[in-house]
C-alpha cells in the first residue's frame, strides 16, 4: 500500500486525464495520475520508429482547444502556426487541388475545375463553421438528456434550445439535416467536382469504418472541424510547439498544482467493495488506496476488465460489451533523406497540411467495402504529411518523416487473421506503391519504413481494437449515448468512479474536453474525505 | 369549365389518394379522384398480366395498413380481406432452412434448432420491438411539428412530443434513438448469433431504400416494418384476397359509398392556380375542372415541380425537393408457373409454400448485393422476397398452375449505361438464375415472365425513380422533414393545394396514414 493520502487516482495520462488532473488538483483535490505506457502524452505521444526520426501519427490533427481549457494551462506554443496547412486532393496524374484554409484561395483553386463549385466554396465552409458551431457548444457542457426530473434540469435544455434557435431556421434545418446525412449526399447538394468531394468527404469516415455513403458521416465530418478555423473543411491548425506541445503544457501545469504522475504504472484492476470503490491494483501487484477514481481508459476496458462484474447489472455489461470501437486506420511511417518529390504539387508545403490521394468518392467507397468483410483494400485511402515541414527537429537537419495515414485497415481480420509481420509489410508495400504513384521517386529516398496496424496502435497506445476515438462516433454513441446510455455524464454505478476519456461525451479530439466534464461531476458529487 | 363544381380534387387514385378522399367525402365535401391509368391504386394494384394469371403486380403484402382507417371506412364491407401468410422460409446455403412460423412457439423451437441462445434472445427482443412500436406510433399518428419554429401549434406539438419521450422513460428513449439512428445489421449483431436470422430480419431494414443491412439508417425502416406486425390491424403480413388492387377497391368503394366520385383514364397535366391560389386542374385531354381544393397524392418531385410550375413556388422548396433523395432501388419479377416450385431445402408441397420465401442466407450476402447496387449495377444475387398468391388465393391463376411475386433488391434506377430491353432480361435471368439455386425446377415451370425495373415502375406508375415509397424513409426525410422542412404539414405554398401522399410524413407502405393525416389537416382549415 502507497503512504500518501489521496484524494483522487487518474488513469491514463493523454489530454483528458492531464486536464481531469488538473482541474481536480485546482480545486485542492490530491492527486495521483497514472499512465500504463512509458510517458504521457496519450495518443500525441511521439513515436521515435527509426533512429532520430520520431513523428505523433495519431497526434497529425492536434484537437481542439477550448478556450477554458487554455486559460487553465497559460502555456506557450499552443498557438497555431502561421503556414497554412491545406487539403490537398490527387486530383489526376500529376494534378492536385489544393484547399487553403482561406476560402477565397481555395475558391481560386476550384475554379480552375468549376466554376459553379468555386462560387458556393466560401458559403459552403461557412456553413460548416457554422455547424460545428452548434456542436462547439453542445461540446463544452453535460450531454443533454430527456431524463428530466425537475426544474434544475429542465433549465440546461432550455438554454441549450435558446441557443439552438440562435442558429436561425435555415440553419437550424442544416444541423438536424446534417447530422443523419451521408458526406456523400452532403457534397452532392453541393458540388460537382469529384476531386473536391473526395477529398471534403474522407473527413466524414476519418476513423471509421463506413464509406462516405453512410449515414452519419456527415456528423462525423462536422465533429473533427469543431474548433477549426473559419474556412477549414479538414481538422483543425497543428500549433506551434508541436505535436508534444499540449501535453507538455498540461503536465507541468498539473505538476504545479501538486498533481503526481507515474508512468508505466499500469492499472489491472479497480477494487470495489459494496459498491464503491477502494483502490486500484497495479500490473505486479502493487495496491493503492482511493476512493474515488477517474478513468481516462475506455469505457470497455473500464468496466470489462477492470471492474469485478458481480459489482454491476448484467444488462448495463451487456451495453458496454456492444460499444462499436472497430479500429480501421493504419499508419506508415517513413524516414526520408529528402522531401518527397509530388510533381504537380506546386509548393511542397503543402505536405505540411493533408495531402489526399483519393480523388473520387467511389474510390473511397470501395476501400471502405473490403474493410466491411474484414479484408485490407487493394486500393486503400491513403493520406500523406510531413511534419518536419513544421518542426524539422523531428528528424535529423535536412532529413525529413512522411507520415501515411491509411484507411481502412480493419482491426478484425477474416477468420480471426492476425496483423503478423507479413500483413503488415503487404500494406506499407500497397501504400508505398500508391504514393510512388503521385512521387515517382519515393522508393530511393526511404531511409526506413515502419508500419503501424490497428492491433500495433492498440498495444503501443492502449486504444481497444486500435480506435483512437475510444468507441466509433456513430449517431448511436453520442451525446447522451455515449458511451452508453446512462454513462454519457461521466458517473458510473460504481460509486467514486467516473469516466472521462474520449469514449465520454463529448468524445476524441477535443483536448480534455471529456477530462474536464467528468472532473466537474466528480467534484460536485464527491466531498473531500479528510 | 365542365359543369359541376367540387370542393376537393384528389389528384391520384393511389391507397393514399382514396382514403384521403374518402375521409374528405365522409365530411361531407364534394371530392373527385382522377386516376390517370384505367384502374385505381397505384402502386397497390391486381391485373391480370398473362391470361389466367393474376398478378399483385407491384406491392404484395400488406400490413401497415392503420386499423383506424379499416374501421373508420368500414373497408371489410367493401371487400378487404386479409389472408395470413403462414411462415417465412430462408433456404440456407447448407442445403438446411431457416423458418419462422405463424405460431410464435413453434418459431422458437425451429430456431433453437440453429441457435438455443437467440432463441431464447428472441422472446425478449420481440417485447422490446412491441414496446419501441408502441413508442412510435403516435409520433406515427401526428402531424409533425417543426422544432425550429416558434408557432405555438409547432410549441404545443413539440411539448407534447417532448411529454411523449419523457413518458417512454429513459430505457425506452434510448432504444428507440438506436432504432433511429442504427444499421440494422449492428442493431441485431447486439441480440442474435446466428447469421440466416439477423440477414432474414435485417432485410426488412432494406427493402424501398438505397442502405445495405450495414448501413445506418436501416434500422429504422426495420421498426417501420414492425409496425405492422405489432400494430397493424393483422399483427402479421397478410395478402388481400384477389391481390393488393382489392384492397385499393375496398377504399375506392368505401369512398364512393361515402359520395366521392373517381374518374380513371383522367391523367392531370397541371393545377391551376389563380392569384397564389388553386383552382382547380386541366387534364391533358384539354378539360378543365374547378375545385377550391386540389390534393396531390402524386410523390413531391411530381406535385411541387410538374403539376404547378415550380418558379412560382419558394426558393428553398424548390432546392429541397431537388435534394430529397428517391433512389429507386427494387423491382419486381411475376412469374406464371405450370406447376409449385420444390425448394430443395424443404422438398413437396406444405405449408411453408403459402409462406414468403426469403433468400437472405446471410448478412454478407445482403450487403454485396448492395455493394453491386452502390456502384450502379443490379445485384448478381439479389436479396428476394418470395410469395405465391396462387397458394393463398387460388382465384389468382388457373386451376394447377401458380403465380410467383419475387420482390428484389438491389436493382438501382440509376444503371450504368441505362435500362435497356436488354438490361431488364438480364436482370430478370439474374433473378430466376439465382431462385433456381433454391428451387432447382423453377426455370422449367416458368410460362410467362414479367420483369419490372424501376425505370419500369416509374413509367407505369409515375412513382419518381421507381421509389416504392415515395422517397427514401432516410431519417433526414422523416417527420417534420418529410417530404421538405417547413412544407412537411401536407400544405403547399399555394393556398387551397395539399399533398397526401407517401412522400409525406410518416410515408411507405400500404400504411394509408399520410392519407389521413392529410384529410385530417385540410379538414381542420377552415375554408
Same mark, same amino acid.
Given at each position: ?48 520508429f527509426a533512429?532520430?526520426f520520431?513523428a505523433? &501519427? ?6 481542439? /482547444? &477550448? ?92 438554454? /441549450? ?171 506508415v511511417l517513413y524516414a526520408l533523406d529528402a522531401l518527397p518529390d ?42 500523406l504529411?510531413v511534419?518536419t ?6 528528424a535529423?537537419?535536412?532529413r525529413h518523416v512522411l507520415v501515411a ?20 509489410d503487404?500494406?506499407a508495400e500497397?501504400v508505398t506503391a500508391a504514393i510512388e504513384?503521385?512521387a515517382p521517386a519515393i522508393r530511393s529516398r526511404i531511409v526506413h519504413r515502419s508500419a ?40 458510473? &454505478? ?37 | ?81 386479409? /389472408? ?62 417543426? &422544432? ?368 389521413? /393525416? ?10
Amino acid at each position: 500500500m502507497s503512504q500518501t493520502p489521496l484524494d483522487v487516482i487518474v488513469v491514463g495520462a493523454g489530454a483528458n486525464g492531464l486536464v481531469a488532473a488538473l482541474k481536480l488538483a485546482r480545486a485542492g483535490r490530491r492527486v495521483l495520475l497514472l499512465d500504463g505506457t512509458e510517458s504521457t502524452g496519450g495518443q500525441a505521444q511521439l513515436l521515435e520508429f527509426a533512429p532520430g526520426f520520431s513523428a505523433a &501519427p495519431l497526434g497529425l490533427d492536434p484537437g481542439w /482547444l &477550448p478556450s477554458r481549457i487554455a486559460a487553465a494551462l497559460d502555456a506557450s506554443g499552443l498557438e497555431p502556426v502561421s503556414t497554412d496547412t491545406p487539403l490537398t486532393v490527387a486530383a489526376g496524374p500529376g494534378e492536385f487541388l489544393t484547399l487553403s484554409r482561406d476560402a477565397g484561395q481555395a475558391a481560386a483553386a476550384i475554379a480552375v475545375h468549376s466554376k459553379s463549385d468555386a462560387a458556393k466554396w466560401p458559403s459552403f465552409t461557412a456553413q460548416l463553421h457554422r455547424l460545428a458551431g452548434f456542436l462547439e457548444v453542445l461540446y463544452q457542457r453535460p450531454a443533454p438528456d430527456v431524463d428530466v426530473s425537475s426544474l434544475r434540469d429542465l433549465l440546461p435544455l432550455l438554454e /441549450l434550445g435558446r441557443k439552438f434557435r440562435a442558429l436561425g431556421r435555415r440553419d437550424m434545418i442544416e444541423f438536424l439535416r446534417t447530422l443523419p446525412l451521408s458526406a456523400w449526399e452532403l457534397l452532392d447538394d453541393w458540388f460537382e467536382c469529384g476531386p473536391l468531394k473526395a477529398g471534403v468527404a474522407a473527413g466524414g469516415v476519418q476513423d471509421l469504418r463506413q464509406g462516405p455513403r453512410s449515414g452519419g458521416t456527415g456528423f462525423v465530418l462536422l465533429h473533427h472541424l469543431v474548433g477549426a478555423p473559419p474556412g477549414s473543411v479538414r481538422g483543425r491548425v497543428p500549433r506551434r510547439g508541436g505535436p508534444a506541445a499540449f501535453t507538455l503544457a498540461a503536465e507541468s501545469a498539473a505538476r504545479r498544482q501538486g498533481v503526481t504522475i507515474r508512468t508505466s504504472a499500469k492499472v489491472t484492476q479497480v477494487r470495489v467493495k459494496e459498491g464503491a470503490v477502494t483502490g486500484v491494483v497495479l500490473a505486479g501487484g502493487e495496491e493503492i488506496a482511493v476512493e474515488s477514481v477517474l478513468s481516462t481508459t475506455d469505457p470497455a476496458r473500464t468496466f470489462l476488465e477492470w471492474i469485478d462484474p458481480v459489482w454491476l447489472d448484467p444488462e448495463f455489461v451487456r451495453a458496454v460489451g456492444n460499444i462499436r470501437h472497430r479500429g480501421c486506420t493504419a499508419f506508415v511511417l517513413y524516414a526520408l533523406d529528402a522531401l518527397p518529390d509530388l510533381p504537380g504539387l506546386g509548393s511542397p508545403v503543402a505536405l505540411a497540411g493533408v495531402v489526399s490521394l483519393t480523388g473520387d468518392l467511389v474510390a473511397l467507397e470501395r476501400a471502405a467495402d473490403a474493410a466491411k468483410y474484414g479484408a485490407v483494400p487493394e486500393r486503400p485511402h491513403v493520406e500523406l504529411t510531413v511534419p518536419t515541414l513544421l518542426w524539422p527537429s523531428l528528424a535529423p537537419p535536412g532529413r525529413h518523416v512522411l507520415v501515411a495515414r491509411v484507411h481502412y485497415a480493419p482491426y478484425r481480420l477474416q477468420e480471426g487473421a492476425l496483423w503478423d509481420a507479413a500483413r503488415r509489410d503487404a500494406l506499407a508495400e500497397t501504400v508505398t506503391a500508391a504514393i510512388e504513384a503521385v512521387a515517382p521517386a519515393i522508393r530511393s529516398r526511404i531511409v526506413h519504413r515502419s508500419a503501424l496496424s490497428p492491433q500495433d496502435l492498440e498495444q503501443r497506445f492502449g486504444l481497444r481494437e486500435g480506435a483512437s476515438s475510444q468507441g466509433e462516433l456513430a449517431l448511436d454513441q453520442i451525446l447522451f449515448m455515449r458511451p452508453v446510455a446512462g454513462l454519457a455524464r461521466h458517473a458510473t &454505478p460504481i460509486e467514486g468512479l467516473y469516466v472521462g476519456g474520449a469514449g465520454t461525451h463529448p468524445g476524441p479530439g477535443i483536448l480534455g474536453g471529456a477530462g474536464w466534464l467528468a472532473a466537474e461531476r466528480l467534484l460536485a458529487q464527491r466531498r473531500i474525505a479528510r | 369549365m365542365s359543369g359541376r363544381r367540387y370542393d376537393a380534387i384528389v389528384i391520384g387514385g393511389g391507397h393514399n389518394g382514396l382514403v384521403t378522399a374518402a375521409y374528405l367525402a365522409r365530411a361531407g365535401r364534394r371530392t373527385l379522384v382522377l386516376e390517370k391509368r384505367p384502374l385505381v391504386g397505384g402502386a397497390a394494384v391486381t391485373e391480370e398480366v398473362f391470361p389466367g394469371f393474376r398478378f399483385t403486380v407491384f406491392s404484395y403484402v400488406v400490413s401497415l395498413l392503420r386499423p383506424e382507417i379499416i374501421r373508420d371506412l368500414d373497408l371489410p364491407k367493401h371487400g378487404l380481406q386479409i /389472408l395470413p401468410l403462414e411462415s417465412t422460409i430462408t433456404p440456407l446455403d447448407n442445403g438446411d432452412y431457416l423458418a419462422a412460423w405463424s405460431d410464435p412457439d413453434e418459431t422458437r423451437q425451429e430456431l433453437r434448432r440453429h441457435s438455443p441462445r437467440d432463441a431464447d434472445a428472441s422472446a425478449i427482443f420481440g417485447h422490446l420491438m412491441h414496446h419501441m412500436a408502441m413508442a412510435v406510433k403516435p409520433i406515427l399518428g401526428m402531424i409533425p411539428p417543426d &422544432p425550429t419554429s416558434l408557432s405555438p401549434r409547432d410549441l404545443a406539438g413539440l411539448l407534447r412530443l417532448g411529454k411523449h419521450f419523457h413518458s417512454l422513460g429513459p430505457e425506452r428513449f434510448h432504444a428507440l434513438h438506436k432504432l433511429m439512428t442504427m444499421s440494422s445489421a449492428d442493431y441485431l449483431d447486439e441480440w442474435f448469433e446466428f447469421d440466416p436470422l439477423k440477414a432474414t430480419r435485417s432485410a426488412s431494414g432494406i427493402i424501398g431504400t438505397f442502405l445495405g443491412p450495414r448501413s445506418p439508417g436501416s434500422a429504422y425502416v426495420l421498426l417501420h416494418h414492425y409496425m405492422g406486425e405489432i400494430d397493424g390491424a393483422f399483427r402479421a403480413w397478410g395478402f388481400q384476397k384477389g391481390g393488393t388492387g382489392a384492397i385499393s377497391e375496398s377504399i375506392a368503394g368505401a369512398a364512393r359509398a361515402l359520395g366521392a366520385e373517381i374518374r380513371t383514364n383522367a391523367s392531370v397535366e397541371r393545377v391551376i392556380v389563380k392569384n397564389g391560389r388553386a383552382t382547380g386542374v386541366a387534364l391533358s385531354c384539354g378539360e378543365e375542372i374547378a375545385a377550391s381544393l386540389v390534393i396531390s397524392g402524386l410523390d413531391p418531385r411530381l406535385t411541387f415541380t410538374r403539376l404547378v410550375d415550380p418558379k412560382t413556388l419558394p426558393g428553398d422548396l424548390v432546392e429541397g425537393v431537388r435534394r430529397y433523395k428517391f433512389r429507386g432501388s427494387s423491382g419486381k419479377v411475376n412469374l406464371a408457373l405450370s406447376g409449385l416450385p420444390d425448394l430443395s431445402c424443404l422438398p413437396g408441397n406444405g405449408r411453408h409454400l403459402r409462406g414468403a420465401i426469403s433468400i437472405s442466407p446471410s448478412l454478407a450476402y445482403l450487403e454485396r448485393a448492395y455493394d453491386d447496387a452502390k456502384y450502379g449495377e443490379f445485384s448478381r444475387h439479389p436479396y428476394m422476397d418470395v410469395v405465391l398468391p396462387s397458394m393463398i388465393d387460388p382465384g389468382m391463376a388457373p386451376p394447377g398452375q401458380h403465380v410467383m411475386s419475387i420482390f428484389v433488391q438491389y436493382a438501382p434506377y440509376h444503371l450504368n449505361g441505362g435500362w435497356s430491353a436488354a438490361k431488364r432480361e438480364a436482370f430478370g435471368d439474374a433473378v430466376v438464375k439465382t431462385l433456381a439455386r433454391y428451387a432447382p425446377n423453377l426455370e422449367s415451370l416458368i410460362l410467362h415472365r414479367q420483369v419490372l425495373t424501376p425505370d419500369d415502375i416509374e413509367r407505369m406508375t409515375g412513382l419518381s425513380e421507381g421509389n416504392i415509397f415515395q422517397g427514401e424513409l432516410a431519417l433526414q426525410q422523416l417527420f417534420f422533414l418529410r417530404p421538405v422542412p417547413q412544407w412537411a404539414k401536407y400544405r403547399t405554398p399555394i393556398e387551397g393545394y395539399w399533398q397526401c401522399g407517401s412522400g409525406t410524413h410518416p410515408g411507405g407502405g400500404i400504411m394509408g396514414a399520410s392519407g389521413r /393525416l392529410a384529410a385530417r389537416e385540410i379538414l381542420g382549415t377552415p375554408r
